[in-house]
Every structure is written in structure tokens, then in C-alpha cells.
């Protein structure tokens, strides 16, 4: 199994590229950078990742990329992670960035860009790896920020993939962004959003009716209402699960107790994503192999995942075949 899982043509269609940053790298960068960290060494790092739940998670992820301040230090976090990730079988990555935990900071969103932007040229030049970019707006700051974000973004619009929706989502619904995302819609820029992870399954509806996402990121809560899950199930609406993710911050207590098998069961649009693996216990082989080991599950439905992260991947119509191709040779 360990081997059809890595030979697994995965996509994974949740990664905050900020959540991929391994200790050893946030070291390298600190010192580079002359910046002072809270720890002495790796090991105080790892030690420290044992979260309560989400805003106990957001506090070290805002902490940790601290680090990153010039062009090469977003280039060195991006292709770090995609070399990595090209190594455990991954073909294709929509990495979410944060640009207002940057700019708070000082550092431009030119620097973001032209980073990600040489990371993922090299990536899909050199490693037969594809990258999808998604513009996250942090959710608990205000909306004027995020719409003003969105209009400093117009030299990127065009390469965009979609905009979304991140970090605490208790008391932060989806309507609080309906301006944004309607000014993103009428830019023609497709629209995902982070729900029901922490947040009720109200927050899958209200982003759907509300922000008119094509995605929803996590979505495990819809099992909370009927009506969620049929309209979920009717519209196939893909759902980004990040299993490790969910069991690091407390929103199961153990992978056993999970959702996915039931979330296949009712018919939905499952795949399975890292969501910030250097934080969470590993990349997408380390969770499709828990997966294998809690669920039990064969490789028919993991198969049946793969193709559904293939077909809502952001993807251009020649990549997509040649994915589904190499998914039906494994
Ligand atoms: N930002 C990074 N990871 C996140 C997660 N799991 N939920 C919300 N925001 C995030
Ligand atoms: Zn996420």
C-alpha cells in the first residue's frame, strides 16, 4: 500500500505555502536574516507544536513566518516544499498565500510574488510539478483591508487562480468578506473559501450563497445538517480535507474518529490535502497513509480521490488529461 500511495499521482488542492516552512529552514532564514527566534533549537520547535486548537496554531504560524522577508527567502520556502513534495509522487499543488501576514510586516507584496512566482516557474519547468496560486485573505482582519489587498494585486490578477478565505474563522462568517468576494467575482477571479473546519456548517452555506465559492476548504462540519450535505452532494462541490490538519488542532480527537469515511459515504466530493504539513505531522503521503491505516481503506478509493482532486484542480485542460492519464497507469 506504502508504495501505491507514493506512486499515487497525488494533487493536493490545500497547502498554505507559509505552513510548509520546516524548522530547519525557519533556522537558516532567521540567521540569514538576523532575526531572533523564541527557540534554540529544532527540537524546541517541535516541541512547541502541540496546539489547543486553531488560534493556538495561527499564534507560532504567524511567529514562524517572521522569517520570511526578501524575494529569495519566499523562493527558498516554495521550491523547499515542492522538491519535497515531488519526492512523495505530488504532480500538483494550488498553494494558498497570505500577503496581509506579510505586508503587516513590512515586506511588499511584490517580494510575496516574484518569489512564489520564480518558485513555481522553476517547479513546473524542471519537476513536472504544476502550481495553482490562490490569494488568501485573513479573516479575522477587516474586510477594507482585504478589498484594498485585492486592488494592490491588479498586476497579478491575471495569474491568479482564485482568491480565498483563511486563519480563525469562529465569529469571522463568510459575509463579513461579501464585498470582496463580489469584487473578485466581477474581476472574473475564481473564489474558494476556508469553511466549516472550526466555524458551524451555516459558514459552508453562507459561502456558497454568500462569497459563490467554486471550493470548500475543510467543510468536515456539514455533517452537523442534512440540508448542507445534500446540497453539497447535489453540486458536487469539492471538499479539501486535511486530515493531520483536523487531528493537530483538536477538531477530532484521534484520525479514527473522523469524518472522511463518512464524508465518502454520503457521496461528497472528498480529496485529501496537508494543509501546513511542516506544523501538522507531514506531506500528503504521510496523511494518505494514515488514512490508510485508520480507515482501512483500498486503492479504489483512493483512487476515486486523486481523480476527484484532478478534475477541480486548477489545472489547463492539456494537464488535466495528462494527470487523469498517469492516475489510470498506476
Ligand atoms: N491558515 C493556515 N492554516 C489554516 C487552517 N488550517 N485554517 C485556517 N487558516 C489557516
Ligand atoms: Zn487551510
New binding site residues.
Given amino acids: 500500500m506504502h508504495d501505491f500511495l507514493r506512486n499515487l499521482p497525488k494533487v493536493e488542492l490545500h497547502l498554505?505555502i507559509?505552513?510548509s516552512l520546516e524548522p530547519e529552514l525557519m533556522f537558516a532564514l532567521a540567521q540569514r536574516n538576523g532575526i531572533e527566534l523564541p527557540y534554540d533549537s529544532v527540537q524546541e520547535v517541535t516541541d512547541a507544536y502541540h496546539f489547543k486548537d486553531?488560534q493556538g496554531?495561527?499564534t507560532l504560524?504567524f511567529q514562524g513566518m517572521s522569517v520570511l522577508r526578501h524575494e529569495e527567502d519566499f523562493y527558498d520556502l516554495a521550491i523547499d516544499y515542492f522538491k519535497r513534495a515531488r519526492n512523495e509522487g505530488v504532480m500538483h499543488i494550488d498553494m494558498?498565500f497570505?500577503p496581509q501576514a506579510h505586508l503587516q510586516r513590512g515586506v511588499p507584496l511584490d517580494v510575496v510574488m516574484t518569489g512564489l512566482l520564480k518558485a513555481k516557474q522553476e517547479a513546473e519547468q524542471t519537476l513536472d510539478l504544476s502550481i495553482g496560486m490562490i490569494m488568501?485573505f485573513l479573516r479575522d482582519r477587516p474586510a477594507e483591508e482585504a478589498l484594498d489587498v485585492l486592488e494592490q494585486a491588479s498586476p497579478y490578477w491575471q495569474i491568479l487562480d482564485a482568491v480565498g478565505l483563511?486563519?480563525?474563522?469562529q465569529n469571522n462568517p463568510p459575509a463579513k468578506f461579501a464585498a470582496v468576494f463580489e469584487r473578485a467575482k466581477q474581476l472574473g477571479l475564481v473564489r474558494v473559501a476556508?469553511a466549516g473546519?472550526e466555524g458551524p456548517a451555516e459558514y459552508i452555506q453562507e459561502a456558497l450563497d454568500v462569497l459563490d465559492v467554486q471550493r470548500i476548504d475543510?467543510g468536515v462540519r456539514c455533517l452537523e445538517s442534512d440540508e448542507v450535505v445534500a446540497r453539497l452532494r447535489s453540486d458536487q462541490t469539492v471538499l479539501t480535507v486535511?486530515p493531520l490538519?483536523n487531528v493537530s488542532?483538536k477538531v477530532v480527537n484521534d484520525l479514527r474518529d473522523h469524518p472522511l469515511p463518512r464524508l465518502v459515504a454520503e457521496g461528497l466530493k472528498v480529496t485529501i490535502s496537508s494543509?501546513?504539513p511542516a506544523y501538522f505531522g507531514g506531506g500528503m503521503l504521510a496523511n494518505h497513509i494514515a488514512c490508510a491505516e485508520a480507515f482501512g481503506w483500498d486503492e479504489a478509493v483512493f483512487r476515486q480521490l486523486t481523480r476527484n482532486a484532478i478534475e477541480e484542480a486548477f489545472v489547463s485542460p492539456s494537464r488535466r488529461e495528462a494527470l487523469l492519464a498517469r492516475l489510470s497507469s498506476v
Fill in positions: 498554505h507559509e505552513g486553531l496554531f495561527l504560524y494558498h497570505d488568501a483563511d486563519s480563525a474563522e476556508h473546519e475543510h486535511c490538519s488542532l494543509d501546513d
